[in-house]
């Protein structure tokens, strides 16, 4: 095998390993492996995220098909317009739907005349994507059941909750980095119902809530991001064939437009690695928001299920963790094309 070959397959390997390593994207002029080279095993890398984590079941049925496709079917799935647009637009439609239907329920029932389905329907649009779903494909039918069953209707007693409880989620509804959570919480302050609610089921609906907003916000993100350092990449280096290929009077011209081609890869690099450096930030804050629950619920005295509160917290912890250790990956992935963008830039200018 020659060293052209030897480097193409280990930069491959690097990436079809997974995101651990940064990957050395450089067109070597001597190994003659370009950028383009790297980027099909990084963009399936990241179609696989979403058919693995996506809370949106269009999405992830599109995306297993498109990973399950390959390359072509990959880059159809990216593209503006293509398999991702298309999945994200049925699950928009899809949710509005359901959204309507929550809230017509809410408008004709009352915790008098339909407890049961009142109380799912508040569930339901106080919850995620999952949980409207199940509402309007099993949910109201269970909830209208247990209201027909008149034998086990009755008022439910909600206990006068501790004031350390109301504190503490006070606390939350001021402080706590999730945009779900502070919500769920703030509505917990309204009443010892309110409150019952949050520690029931609450709390843990806002926590996937957070999560789940999380991943389909940066995946959606960087889909983008990929759609177009794609582009960009592929212009750049044909504009270095260019300069490489330009007759004698046209080679200033041809550099010129071969500088300002990787320094489009570079801008867009240095937003991404930049984004990217923000998401692990993020991340790292909401782990260690979830590892303070953990702590507070291992002494806390309250009537409440603090150990189910304590492994909810720790699971929703290690989720977060999980995106940290994704988004530093991504930011080494931007941080390694960067580097070549720029050496790009570097050979470009000292060129002939």
């Known amino acids: 095998m020659d060293k052209r070959s030897v480097a193409a397959v280990a930069l491959l390997a690097v990436l079809g390993a997974g995101l651990a390593t940064a990957p050395a994207f450089a067109a070597d002029p001597v190994t003659g492996v370009s950028v383009t080279a790297a980027l099909p095993a990084w963009k399936k890398a990241a179609v696989r995220r979403y058919a693995d984590t996506d809370a949106r079941p269009d999405v992830v049925a599109a995306a297993w098909n498109a990973w399950r496709g390959g390359d072509a079917a990959i880059e159809a799935f990216l593209a503006p317009g293509g398999g991702l647009a298309k999945a994200k637009a049925r699950h928009e439609q899809r949710l509005a739907t359901d959204d309507k239907i929550v809230k017509r329920v809410l408008a004709t029932t009352t ?4 407890p049961a389905v009142n109380a799912a329907a508040v ?3 106080r919850g995620t994507f999952s949980d409207k779903e199940y509402f309007v494909a099993t949910g109201w039918d269970v909830a209208a059941a247990q209201d027909a069953d008149t034998t086990t209707r009755h008022e439910i007693e909600v206990a006068k909750q501790a004031q350390a409880d109301r504190d503490y989620v006070a606390s939350l509804a001021a402080n706590d980095p999730g945009d779900w959570v502070r919500a769920a919480a703030a509505v917990a302050c309204r009443g010892d119902a309110e409150l019952a609610d949050f520690f029931a089921y609450g709390w843990s609906t806002a926590a996937r809530g957070d999560t789940e907003a999380h991943r389909v916000r940066v995946s959606d993100r960087d889909a983008v991001w990929q759609h177009q350092v794609t582009t960009l990449v592929r212009l750049a ?3 270095e064939t260019a300069l490489a290929n330009a007759d004698a009077a046209l080679v200033d011209k041809a550099r010129e437009d071969a500088l300002r081609a990787w320094r489009d890869v570079s801008g867009l690099a240095t937003s991404a690695q930049q984004g990217w450096d923000a998401e692990r930030t993020r991340a790292a804050t909401q782990a260690a928001s979830w590892r303070a629950v953990v702590e507070f ?7 409440q299920n603090w150990q189910g509160v304590s492994d909810q917290a720790g699971a929703t912890g290690g989720a977060w963790r999980g995106e940290q250790e994704w988004a530093e990956a991504q930011a080494r992935q931007w941080t390694a094309l960067l580097d070549s963008a720029r050496a790009a830039e570097t050979r470009v200018a000292t060129s002939r």
Do not use: G
Not at 111 to 114: D, T
């Open 123 to 125: 569930r339901a649009d």
């Open 297 to 303: 619920a291992r002494t806390a005295t309250t009537a």
């Open 237 to 239: 280096e044909q504009a």
């Open 111 to 114: 915790p008098k005349s339909s």
